[in-house]
Nanobody, 121 residues
Framework: QVQLVESGGGLVQAGGSLRLSCAVS????????MGWYRQAPGNQRELVAT???????NYADSVKGRFAISRDNTKKTVYLQMNSLKPEDTAVYYC???????????????WGQGTQVTVSS
């Protein structure tokens, strides 16, 4: 079975940094786009950053210049380096991966369980 395991969340003061990791496991033929999304209480889930298999990145305007997404294809892991954190960054952060499985040759979406990021003012 496919599993996305997230780590790196926590509590940090405004202006601080956190690094999130998401490791993908399972019988996978190819990992295509990967990304991070977040959901704050009372809000809908929103895109934070995405990265293609070739390394092309895209960021939400609210995090541009502060966050950096990267991936290690050997480790099947996507990272989100978060710098200059603000209280409004507080949310549950969800890892996303578009995968093509060896047993199911169609690209499908998978999500991590989420990791809490809390930024205090």
């Amino acid at each position: 079975q496919v599993q996305l395991v997230e780590s790196g969340g926590g509590l940090v003061q405004a202006g601080g940094s956190l690094r999130l990791s998401c490791a993908v496991s399972g019988s996978i033929f190819r990992i295509n786009d990967m990304g991070w999304y977040r959901q704050a209480p009372g809000n809908q889930r929103e895109l934070v950053a995405t990265i293609t298999s070739a390394g092309l990145t895209n960021y939400a305007d609210s995090v541009k210049g502060r966050f950096a997404i990267s991936r290690d294809n050997t480790k099947k892991t996507v990272y989100l380096q978060m710098n200059s954190l603000k209280p409004e960054d507080t949310a549950v952060y969800y890892c996303h991966a578009a995968l093509r499985l060896r047993s199911f040759n169609i690209e499908t979406d998978y999500w991590g369980q989420g990791t809490q990021v809390t930024v205090s003012s």
